[in-house]
């Protein structure tokens, strides 16, 4: 007999549903107790039986539990302390369609549209993460002060892959398959979301992604993934495009995290160098783990390049540029895809280079200067919520909700596909990220900028019609600064 068999031969529909403190078997003041009856000691040890076998369930199968019935919730739990959560968890999930009447996506309630997004808010990316969160926060809150989306209030379901690209997987099966979301924001990182498009594009969820620059994410070919911001063949091409205009230069180091998104942009950038005719002369993979790179800069000052293109994020960034001073390393431009050298924490004395940060090049996608509609009261919103200024990945969250929402607006609809031919479909002229259209890949048709930090701010600096400021170069040696 099977175990979905021998759950049904255990049902009593006679039988009351329990109470979710009972399920725990947890009693109150002493006294278990139902109504205003005592329980018998069968009945007691039953209940402990029942929190007993959820609490040994792994966490998918005991909250699938949880949601069911008080009867069947009562004879699964049990059963569970002789067979495997494998089996409690298939069970469970044919129990779950068999309750009447299945929800629309993303309808927690009647009243709420609920949207899931992925980030990190904990681990070595957590400053990028909450940069998210506030975006989406801000974005939130003008959606709902306009009465929502479908008449509905919406809710931001959030699920912090820890920095990790496996727990960023376990987050499409929780947000897809527990909490029935139709759409998800995320990651942040490129090796966070790389890992998560075979889920998103199996459960035919639309995935928009605000951040993840690696190239190779939109190069799946699946028709569920639309990205927000340029990617690393466009840091490069902007990069070398400036440098051209800037002396063009001759030699070239390229340092790299060795991730998903450092291969990317290091790729993008041998290739566009070579195009450009710049010579690459040291390329330099490492660890993110690592906090010492003095051999590896020692290694690359050996060669004397003009310009040291970096792929890093926050921490490694702010390592490099203090052990760059420690080794005497000087070439005439450090110039950056962006990420760690563009994050707003990277000027900063307590969490960035401080000092070392002066003079650095970077690509950026937006700025409070920018040209755009709305870039300045964007600024004022973060400031007045965080008392900081955001750089580029709070916006990058902010608009990414605000598409999600003219897309199920536009469906009419929180059904996965009605959103993702919406988004197909998508044209925002103005936003304060520029205009919004999704080519036949996916990928928004976004402008890329070049900063430099002067006086502990990031600048404008190219392209001409959108600078704010000249750029400094070459860069002062250290022992001139």
Same mark, same amino acid.
């Not at 494998?86 to 009447?100: F, K, R, S």
């Not at 990182?189 to 928009?208: D, F, H, W, Y």
């Given at each position: 007999?099977?175990?979905?068999?021998k759950?049904?031969?255990?049902?009593d529909?006679?039988?009351?549903g329990?109470?979710?403190?009972?399920?725990?078997g947890?009693p109150?003041n002493g006294?278990?107790k139902?109504?205003? #009856?005592?329980?018998s000691?069968a009945?007691v040890s039953?209940? #402990?039986?029942v929190?007993?076998g959820?609490a040994?369930?792994s966490?998918?199968a005991a909250?699938?539990?949880?949601?069911l019935p008080?009867?069947?919730r009562r004879?699964?739990a049990v059963?569970?302390?002789?067979?495997?959560?494998a089996?409690?968890?298939?069970?469970?999930l044919?129990?779950t369609?068999?309750?009447?009447?299945?929800s629309?996506?993303?309808e927690g309630s009647r009243?709420?549209?609920k949207?899931g997004t992925?980030t990190s808010?904990?681990?070595?990316?957590a400053?990028?993460?909450?940069a998210?969160?506030n975006g989406? !926060?801000?974005?939130?809150?003008?959606?709902?002060?306009?009465?929502g989306?479908?008449g509905?209030?919406?809710e931001?379901?959030?699920y912090?892959d820890?920095?990790r690209p496996?727990?960023?997987?376990?987050?499409?099966?929780?947000?897809?398959?527990l909490?029935n979301?139709p759409?998800?924001?995320?990651?942040?990182?490129?090796?966070?979301?790389?890992?998560i498009? @075979?889920?998103v594009?199996?459960?035919q969820?639309p995935?928009?992604m605000?951040t993840a620059?690696?190239?190779n994410?939109?190069?799946t070919g699946?028709p569920?993934?639309?990205r927000i911001c340029?990617?690393s063949?466009?840091y490069?091409?902007?990069t070398?495009a400036f440098l051209?205009?800037?002396?063009?230069p001759? $030699?070239?180091?390229i340092?790299y995290?060795?991730t998903?998104f450092?291969?990317?942009?290091a790729?993008?950038?041998?290739?566009?160098?070579k195009?450009?005719? *710049?010579?690459v002369?040291d390329?330099e993979?490492?660890? !993110?783990?690592?906090p010492?790179y003095k !051999?590896?800069?020692?290694?690359?000052?050996a060669r004397?390049?003009?310009?040291?293109y970096?792929?890093?994020?926050l921490?490694?960034?702010?390592?490099l540029?203090r052990q760059a001073?420690?080794v005497g390393?000087?070439?005439?431009?450090?110039t950056s895809a962006?990420?760690?050298?563009a994050a707003?924490e990277?000027?900063?004395?307590?969490?960035g280079?401080?000092?070392?940060?002066e003079?650095t090049?970077s690509?950026s996608?937006w700025?409070?200067?920018a040209?755009?509609k709305?870039?300045?009261?964007f600024?004022?919103?973060?400031v007045?919520r965080?008392?900081?200024?955001p750089?580029y990945h709070a916006?990058?969250?902010? *608009?990414t909700?605000l598409?999600?929402?003219?897309a199920i607006k536009?469906?009419?609809s929180?059904?996965p596909?009605?959103?993702r031919?919406?988004?197909?479909q998508l044209?925002m @002229?103005? $936003?304060?990220f520029?205009? *919004?259209?999704?080519?036949?890949?996916g990928q928004?048709q976004?402008p890329?900028? *070049?900063?430099q930090?002067?006086?502990?701010?990031?600048?404008?600096v190219?392209p001409?019609?959108?600078a704010?400021?000249?750029p400094?170069?070459?860069?002062?040696p250290?022992t001139k600064?």
């Amino acid at each position: 007999m099977s175990f979905f068999a021998k759950v049904e031969e255990t049902t009593d529909s006679s039988s009351p549903g329990l109470a979710p403190s009972e399920v725990e078997g947890a009693p109150r003041n002493g006294i278990a107790k139902v109504g205003d #009856h005592r329980r018998s000691e069968a009945e007691v040890s039953r209940s #402990h039986d029942v929190g007993t076998g959820i609490a040994l369930l792994s966490g998918a199968a005991a909250t699938i539990i949880r949601r069911l019935p008080g009867i069947l919730r009562r004879s699964l739990a049990v059963r569970s302390a002789h067979a495997s959560s494998a089996a409690v968890l298939a069970c469970a999930l044919a129990l779950t369609g068999c309750q009447g009447g299945v929800s629309q996506k993303g309808e927690g309630s009647r009243n709420k549209i609920k949207i899931g997004t992925i980030t990190s808010l904990t681990g070595s990316n957590a400053a990028f993460g909450q940069a998210h969160k506030n975006g989406y !926060a801000i974005a939130l809150d003008e959606l709902n002060s306009r009465g929502g989306l479908l008449g509905k209030t919406v809710e931001l379901d959030y699920y912090d892959d820890q920095s990790r690209p496996d727990q960023a997987v376990q987050g499409v099966s929780k947000l897809v398959d527990l909490d029935n979301v139709p759409i998800i924001l995320g990651a942040y990182s490129s090796e966070n979301t790389r890992a998560i498009v @075979p889920a998103v594009t199996q459960k035919q969820v639309p995935l928009l992604m605000p951040t993840a620059t690696a190239d190779n994410v939109m190069e799946t070919g699946s028709p569920w993934t639309f990205r927000i911001c340029a990617g690393s063949g466009a840091y490069a091409t902007a990069t070398v495009a400036f440098l051209k205009g800037m002396g063009a230069p001759k $030699t070239m180091a390229i340092i790299y995290e060795n991730t998903n998104f450092g291969q990317s942009n290091a790729q993008a950038m041998q290739a566009a160098a070579k195009q450009a005719g *710049i010579e690459v002369v040291d390329t330099e993979a490492y660890q !993110a783990s690592t906090p010492d790179y003095k !051999a590896l800069l020692q290694r690359v000052k050996a060669r004397s390049p003009a310009v040291i293109y970096f792929a890093s994020y926050l921490l490694d960034a702010s390592t490099l540029m203090r052990q760059a001073e420690q080794v005497g390393l000087n070439p005439a431009y450090y110039t950056s895809a962006g990420t760690g050298f563009a994050a707003a924490e990277f000027p900063t004395p307590d969490k960035g280079a401080g000092r070392n940060a002066e003079y650095t090049f970077s690509v950026s996608q937006w700025l409070p200067s920018a040209k755009w509609k709305g870039s300045k009261e964007f600024d004022d919103k973060y400031v007045q919520r965080t008392g900081s200024h955001p750089a580029y990945h709070a916006i990058e969250a902010y *608009i990414t909700l605000l598409a999600a929402a003219e897309a199920i607006k536009k469906a009419n609809s929180t059904d996965p596909k009605a959103i993702r031919d919406a988004l197909k479909q998508l044209d925002m @002229p103005e $936003t304060t990220f520029g205009p *919004i259209r999704f080519d036949p890949k996916g990928q928004n048709q976004h402008p890329v900028l *070049i900063t430099q930090v002067q006086g502990g701010q990031y600048k404008v600096v190219w392209p001409a019609d959108a600078a704010e400021s000249k750029p400094i170069i070459p860069t002062p040696p250290w022992t001139k600064r």
